[in-house]
């Protein structure tokens, strides 16, 4: 069974004037099925890892062969950090989570304005490329953070619960060198009933 891309659970023109059209179709189409098939075409070099869960594979990544290593880390991350990015964005998003995430939230953050200046802040200073997290550690932990590259949270057993996408390639066209108007639209189209969803899980 190989792993498929999982289709935009919206149009893609539905989070503009956030994120444009023209992002989302190279997005998804280009980028996330890129990984979708390196990682495809890594796991066929060894086959005993199919059935494996994406997730599972970066989990173990040790002990995956180290000759696809490298690309099970690069294009699995890529594979589920995009398909988490694509569930935590809605064109009916924004606002304030509520509810048990919200007091998780102001438990571990203070408030949520907090929680938002530390994530953008993460997002922001990440240089390169990479992502900002909202995540649970090892521990259980909510944490904020950022990853270079497509570093998954799950190499290290963390679990993602909100991320954005800092690659030049999910903002240039419309904002150009402009990361911090980005960053700011982004809490304009975030899920939070994904995201409360997704903690929920992770919690139970
Ligand atoms: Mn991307």
């Known amino acids: 069974m190989a792993f498929e891309l999982p ?15 023209d992002t989302m179709r190279v997005h998804h189409d280009k980028h996330h099925a890129g990984y979708t098939r390196n990682l495809n075409a890594a796991i066929e070099k060894h086959p005993e890892f199919k059935g494996l869960s994406a997730e599972d594979l ?28 694509w569930e935590v964005m809605s064109p009916h998003g924004g606002g304030t989570p509520d509810g048990a995430l919200a007091a998780a939230i ?5 408030n949520f304005d907090d929680f938002a200046a530390q994530f953008s ?16 550690d090892a521990f259980g932990k909510l944490v904020v953070y ?3 590259n497509q570093e998954s949270p799950y190499l290290t057993n963390f679990i993602p619960l909100l991320g954005l996408d800092v690659w030049e390639h999910a903002y240039y066209l419309n904002y150009q060198n402009r990361r911090g108007d980005y960053v700011a639209a982004f809490w304009n189209v975030v899920n939070w009933d994904a995201v409360a969803a997704k903690w929920v899980a992770a919690t139970r």
Do not use: C, E, K
């Open 7 to 21: 289709p935009l659970p919206y149009g893609y023109d539905d989070l503009a004037p956030t994120i444009g059209g």
């Open 106 to 110: 102001d438990a571990a953050f203070g």
């Open 121 to 136: 802040r993460a997002a922001m200073t990440r240089f390169g490329s990479g992502w900002a997290w909202l995540a649970l």
């Open 58 to 85: 970066l989990r173990n990544l040790a002990s995956v062969p180290g000759d696809i290593r490298t690309a099970v880390q690069n294009n699995g991350g890529g594979y589920v950090n995009h398909a988490l990015f």
């Open 146 to 148: 950022s990853t270079a």
